[in-house]
């Protein structure tokens, strides 16, 4: 008698040890998010991200390299698994897929379409950083907040026209001013309210945290993503504001949350990723997509693609050949070859180019200033340079020069090209146009063969005339 009440005490005691236990690990722990209002169904979230990935699919230039994409399919999957029960929806079909462009930004369309953009991937410094991003995003996607944020706006037209047509044409006709049937690649992104921005970076942590990652790597992230922002500042930390000591409230959570010991952090999977995308030729910039798109060309493929890689380059000829358009007109050695490109022009002797872009030649295009000062516009061109091309780095400083009649820039970057192996020099020469935005010249030679490349390189941008 006397046993058996000592034992039901035991036990007593021992459940009651659970139930406080319990709420202590994990109940307490964790900040409550509570799904947004929203008048939309979700079968409206899945139509309009659909209609909105076929557009995304055909205008920019998705990375054709099954290693890379199923390396983010595999990490966006783990994300998945890791939301919630509560914030799933049997009807969303999350897929993720990585666009060419080198700027550091990503986007989720409503329903579940993630678009990550390669330069996001090389920005990251460990996988945790990138599973960071993919999270938040994630997290918007499930909270629905895309039409929960026109659920809060009161707009009768909605009504009329139906959510498709506002939030679909909000999320790719891009902004007020953009001609139709224009992509501006700034409208495919959602700005989001604080409130959400909070909500996301709190169920991105709790996602992150049940996936094996440590939250803080969100947190860094953001920091990340300011210091490579460059001259104007990342598209993507404009369209999700910082709602308020961002990176405190993020580390706050993660104390509460019960974060692997050993998170994924560097892997090898992130290494062999980002070596690969390190080895491939520079992407483009959303900018230069958007003038290419302009243009009609919708090709995500190298201009150059096609041609091989030869050890014996022709020296450039003496007699010249003449490039006339209604802006630009030069000259440039006979025996070189002319390539339009999205935004620009390349000029390269057979054997200097392939589809990772050239070892010889000259490349010329325009970058977006949007009437910052020729310096300060040629210091951006610059800094996306030698983002995009992280074998360069810049030699001496910037001196001025004339190209064109106008007061411009010039300098040197130089590096190991991963093409030849070989120590190469590019030279550039910038000047402003009209519009503002900036006109560059890039010249490419192996740095034993510059000598023989100096004299082409300077009576081609002496020969430079603009009508703009
Ligand atoms: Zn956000």
Do not use: C
Not at 278 to 287: E, G, T, V
Not at 321 to 328: E, F, P, T
Not at 405 to 417: D, E, I, N, V
């Amino acid at each position: 008698m006397v046993t058996r009440y000592k034992l039901r005490l035991t036990a007593a005691y021992a459940l009651a040890a659970v139930l406080l236990a319990a709420p202590l690990a994990s109940v307490v722990a964790q900040t409550r998010v509570s799904m947004p209002k929203n008048k939309y169904k979700v079968q409206d979230d899945v139509r309009i991200g659909r209609d909105a990935a076929r557009k995304v699919e055909q205008q920019f230039p998705i990375l054709n390299d099954t290693q890379v994409q199923n390396y983010v399919e595999q990490v966006g999957e783990r994300l998945v698994a890791a939301i919630p029960q509560e914030f799933r929806q049997p009807g969303f079909d999350y897929r993720f897929q990585v666009v060419n462009a080198s700027d550091i930004n990503a986007f989720a369309l409503p329903g579940g379409p993630m678009f990550v953009n390669r330069g996001m991937i090389e920005a990251a410094r460990n996988e945790g950083e990138m599973a960071g991003v993919m999270a938040h995003e994630i997290s918007h996607v499930a909270l629905r907040h895309a039409t929960a944020q026109q659920t809060k706006v009161n707009n009768p037209l909605n009504q009329i026209l139906g959510i498709g047509a506002i939030l679909g044409g909000a999320i790719l006709a891009g902004e007020a001013g953009a001609q139709a049937g224009q992509v501006a690649a700034a409208g495919y992104f959602l700005r989001y309210s604080r409130d959400y921005e909070t909500q996301a970076d709190t169920l991105g942590s709790q996602i992150m945290a049940e996936a094996g990652y440590d939250p803080r790597d969100l947190a860094n992230m953001f920091q990340t993503i300011a210091n490579q922002g460059g001259g104007r500042g990342p598209e993507w930390l404009s369209s999700h504001p910082d709602p308020g000591n961002r990176f405190q409230k993020i580390n706050r959570e993660a104390q509460l949350l019960n974060v692997s010991s050993n998170p994924f952090k560097i892997t090898p999977e992130f290494e062999r990723a980002q070596a690969r995308l390190r080895r491939m030729s520079p992407a483009r910039s959303w900018a230069q997509i958007q003038q290419g798109i302009r243009n009609g060309d919708v090709s995500g493929n190298s201009p150059t693609a096609g041609g091989r890689y030869s050890r014996s380059v022709e020296l450039p000829s003496q007699r010249t050949r003449a490039y006339r358009q209604n802006s630009i007109s030069l000259n440039y050695p006979d025996n070189w070859r002319e390539f339009s490109t999205q935004g620009g022009l390349i000029f390269a002797p057979e054997g200097a180019y392939g589809d990772q872009g050239i070892t010889h030649g000259a490349m010329m295009g325009v970058f977006r200033s949007a009437g910052a000062d020729t310096l300060y516009a040629t210091q951006s061109y610059l800094s996306s340079m030698l983002q995009n091309n992280q074998y360069l780095s810049q030699r001496g400083s910037l001196s001025r020069a004339t190209v064109a009649g106008r007061q411009g820039y010039a300098t040197a970057l130089s590096g190991r090209s991963p093409v030849t192996g070989r120590a190469e020099v590019v030279s550039i020469f910038t000047a402003p146009l009209r519009n503002g935005d900036l006109l560059y010249i890039a010249a490419v030679a192996p740095e034993a063969e510059v000598h023989q490349y100096t004299g082409a390189f300077r009576d081609m941008v002496a020969s430079i005339r603009l009508n703009d």
